[in-house]
């Protein structure tokens, strides 16, 4: 936070809070959203903090932007970080699921017979990651999204959890700590609910303002209206995902949850900070907060993505030093390299054969050619994966180096 917030000042000194107040409020600058937390009018400061933070993004979303990875490398990476955020977002509420859960889902999502608690959840990501377009323009909008990802798993588990309102919940609800103590009550009756998603929509729709800024105000906005039983901040973070994914590189749509999780105090905080009757509907803090952490996703992508690529193109010069004349080894061991630092399992048989173009038997006999201590093999359900030992290969590098005799043993095939 630029500076102190309100809350903050009225327990300091009431004078300066009440002057501290009308100078924000009637800056200039100010922006005035057409929403009340509780009796007060909600507005943003524009301060130079704002600012800096999105000049920030920008800058580092061009250099994202401008690495470029090998075909392999890239789905494979978009994959790992796509089953990391969907673990992490379903942690952040207290739900457990497992990246072998996860990736067994994404790996399956054409088998419409089997229905997991999470498949709503993965194929929607998945369908963020091929870029579908969805609209938030009405409240019907957010509806059709949350059934698509909660509604059939809400039904199974807990259906007494699911919307009974017209288009939302029609009952009151409280939002929990961890302990078990209210710090929040969701906007009730629903006809509440809807005018102020309406209106939050409107303004997550008003191009005079930042996206960035929309983004922000339009997660603290869901939070605050708490518009369903169950599944709420799940869903505002899958908004955010997504949004962020259409105005940004698309990557960053799998770092939210991460970060989010990474500074879960900070998050509440500027909620609980923002809802308070104290802080009079100033919704910087939670702004600033908010844009904080794309920031930090930002700068944790940018900084994930240049070491992963530096240690590609460390072992890519080692292997083509070393089956300079194989270019089929050379091939599989890149292939495989890549699959080791970008994911989680590894790469199919079904991929390898398509990248490497061969046969099943071909390739059957490229792999037998390597060293088992090298070869890693992850079976799931009836598919098996592949990738290196990248300890082991680091290992082999070294002990090569200091031969001045590099060799990894594999069998050479034409």
């Known amino acids: 936070m630029s500076r102190k917030n309100l809350k903050t000042l009225f327990h300091m000194n009431l004078a ?5 107040y009308n100078c924000r409020f009637n800056d200039e600058d100010t922006i005035h959203l057409p929403v009340n937390i509780g009796e007060y009018p909600a507005f943003i400061c524009q301060t130079p903090e704002i600012y800096k933070i999105i000049v920030n993004i920008e800058r580092m979303d061009k250099a994202v932007s401008e690495i470029k990875l090998p075909g392999v490398a890239e789905e494979q990476y978009i994959n790992k970080c796509l089953i990391d955020e969907i673990i992490l977002t379903n942690n952040i509420e207290g739900v457990h699921s497992t990246r072998k859960e996860i990736g067994d889902i994404l790996h399956d999502l054409s088998n419409k017979s089997k229905r997991n608690r999470f498949v709503g959840l993965v194929a929607k990501y998945e369908k963020l990651a091929q870029r579908e377009k969805i609209d938030f323009k009405c409240c019907e909008d957010i509806r059709r999204l949350y059934d698509d990802i909660f509604y059939e798993e809400i039904e199974a588990i807990e259906p007494e959890n699911l919307p009974d309102g017209k288009i939302f919940r029609k009952s009151a609800v409280e939002v ?27 303004i997550l729709n008003d191009e005079s ?17 708490h518009p369903f039983y169950d599944g709420n901040g799940r869903t505002s973070r899958f908004i955010s995902s997504y949004l962020l994914s259409q105005n940004l590189n ?10 989010i999780k990474e500074n879960i105090k900070k998050y509440y905080d500027a909620f609980d900070i923002c809802n308070n009757p104290l802080n009079k509907g100033e919704l ?8 904080g952490i794309v920031e930090a996703s930002m700068k944790q992508l940018l900084n994930s993505l240049e070491d992963k690529l530096s240690r590609l193109c460390f072992y890519d010069d080692f292997i083509n030093f070393l089956y300079k004349h194989n270019k089929n080894a050379s091939k599989l061991y890149s292939v495989l390299i890549q699959a080791s630092l970008f994911t989680n399992i590894g790469i199919s048989r079904d991929e390898l054969i398509s990248y490497m173009e061969c046969s099943e ?8 050619g390597i060293p088992e201590e090298l070869l890693l093999i992850n079976q ?8 290196l030992n990248l300890d082991e290969v680091d290992k082999r590098i070294q002990e090569d180096f200091s031969a001045k005799t590099p060799n990894l043993d594999i069998n050479p095939i034409k």
């Open 176 to 202: 929990l700590s961890p302990s078990q103590k209210v710090i929040h009550n969701g906007l009730y009756p629903e006809s509440k609910i809807i005018d102020t998603m309406e209106k939050s929509l409107f």
């Open 361 to 368: 038997n071909t390739l059957r006999k490229m792999l037998s």
């Open 250 to 259: 698309p990557l960053i749509a799998f770092r939210l949850s991460y970060t």
């Open 209 to 225: 303002l930042d996206f960035l800024i929309r983004i922000a105000v339009f997660h603290y906005f869901f939070g605050y209206i």
């Open 380 to 387: 799931r359900k009836n598919k098996k994966f592949y990738l």
């Open 16 to 20: 300066e809070y009440k002057n501290e």
């Open 284 to 291: 910087t803090p939670f702004v600033e907060m908010f844009l």
